[in-house]
């Protein structure tokens, strides 16, 4: 590898040209990434790097998958790009596959670029297939950055953009480790459910037309729904006329060990959204819904299109990825990576206090820290600690809830000898930081 420039020459570029809005407390530094396979990345040192966060979550079926690759290099000698109102064939042919793994009845799909972009047209069908414009989503759920989609994100990212259209509602968030509701019970009674929509009932204005959520919430610090409460939600929804729209971008195609986060639960939703890893590390999203949904919808001439919508180049990237999940038996993959995980984190619970919970399934995990086990007081300074710590020694995952949950989102392509090495790594860190403490 004999990059043109060095580490410190692109840091200055950067410094000078890039847009920080997304860097870690604003704050432009190394490493800078210049390479990729399966679970490993590389920096411009040729320094390595386990990516237990999956880039952006985006590389669950493993950095630069050949099979990927190779889907991209047949559109680049075919068709890249074409009118987002003429169909092509990639589109015809992945619409036809998806509906093939879908959940039971979502047959008809539409293809965007991003998770906020199909959140958005899903909860654009839900406005006009009920004629209510009014959306609820639990307040730790993370549903995008465009506008529609940031309405309903109640976990942060929000503040300073002014007012956003009415009719936005939080719920309360099943968040068993610090529930109020159920901190004397032994199960969830569903009482935060009930008590949201009690709340969303007294505000409405006539008819509402559609719950947002994730199945696990993922960005909100990889919380666990309580079993039952989504197919609680579901109920919930039906008695008022309301679409149920599960957001399994970080969840679905096989990432929690089932093809769709909500099988688990046996919830079929009236719309349900993918994006990160359909295309492999490409940029596509797709809003999965009914026959009569679309139907009803088609007719009043509504139009959800980009300029890439439904581009040959991303749908044949799509269409390998589902090829990989099914071929490689991803869902059994996720549950055995899942329980291998599991049992490095429960080691690392036994061993150090600054672990207050753990939680997630197979690809998804997360570990909540805290000062004390008793009071669940957040270690937000401790969190970041051990990040940097990890980060130096070549572990790269995320820290959600302002540093106290530890994400980890290792890709389908990960060994076990990589996850004795990341929990190695982390190990180590856990232990610098409670010394320190």
């Keep these: 590898m004999s990059p043109d420039l060095s580490e410190a020459e692109l840091l200055e570029l950067a410094r000078k040209f890039s847009f920080r809005s997304r860097m870690d407390r604003n704050a432009i530094s190394g490493p800078i990434l210049v390479w990729g396979r399966g679970s490993v990345v590389k920096d411009v040192n040729g320094k390595e790097y386990l990516d237990f966060n999956s880039g952006q979550m985006c590389a669950a079926l493993g950095h630069n998958h050949p099979r990927i690759v190779e889907a991209l290099k047949e559109s680049g000698e075919s068709l890249i790009h074409s009118h987002m109102s003429i169909l092509n064939d990639r589109e015809v042919i992945l619409a036809a596959r998806l509906a ?76 068993r480790y610090r529930c109020s509701f159920c901190k004397s019970k032994p199960d969830c009674d569903y009482s935060c459910l009930n008590t949201s929509f009690e709340l969303l009932d007294a505000q409405a204005d006539g008819q509402m037309a559609a719950v947002i959520t994730e199945p696990l919430f993922s960005a909100g610090g990889v919380i666990d729904l309580p079993q039952g409460w989504l197919q609680e939600l579901k109920k919930c929804c039906r008695n008022r006329g309301m679409l149920l729209i599960l957001d399994e971008a970080q969840t679905g195609l096989a990432k929690l060990g089932s093809m769709w986060a909500s099988d688990q639960e046996d919830v079929i939703p009236d719309i349900c959204t993918i994006s990160k890893h359909f295309g492999g590390g490409v940029a596509v999203s797709a809003v999965m819904t009914t026959d009569e949904i679309e139907s009803r919808v088609s007719e009043t001439e509504f139009v959800v299109a980009h300029s890439h919508s439904n581009d040959p180049l991303t749908s044949n990237a799509a269409i390998a990825s589902i090829d990989i999940i099914l071929e490689q038996n991803l869902v059994e993959v996720s549950k055995q990576i899942g329980e291998y995980w599991r049992g490095h984190l429960n080691t690392l619970y036994d061993r150090y206090d600054l672990i207050g919970d753990i939680r997630g399934r197979g690809l998804l995990q997360g570990i909540e820290l805290v000062k004390d086990r008793v009071t669940k007081e957040p270690a937000y300074v401790e969190g970041h600690e051990i990040g940097r710590r990890c980060l130096e020694n070549g572990l790269i995952f995320s820290l959600r809830r302002g540093g106290s949950v530890i994400r980890f989102v290792p890709p389908f392509t990960t060994t076990p000898v990589q996850m004795d090495l990341a929990a190695e790594i982390l190990d180590n860190a856990l232990k610098e930081v409670t010394l320190l403490g």
């Design 100 to 175: 093939g793994i879908a959940p039971e009845g979502l047959t008809r799909s539409l293809f965007l670029t991003s998770g906020s972009d199909a959140n958005e047209a899903a909860i654009a069908i839900s406005k006009r297939y009920t004629g209510g414009y009014e959306i609820a989503s639990p307040a730790v759920s993370f549903h995008g950055q465009s506008e529609a989609a940031r309405a309903v994100t109640f976990t942060g990212w929000r503040q300073g953009y002014g007012p956003y259209s009415p009719g936005n509602y939080p719920m309360i968030a099943p968040y």
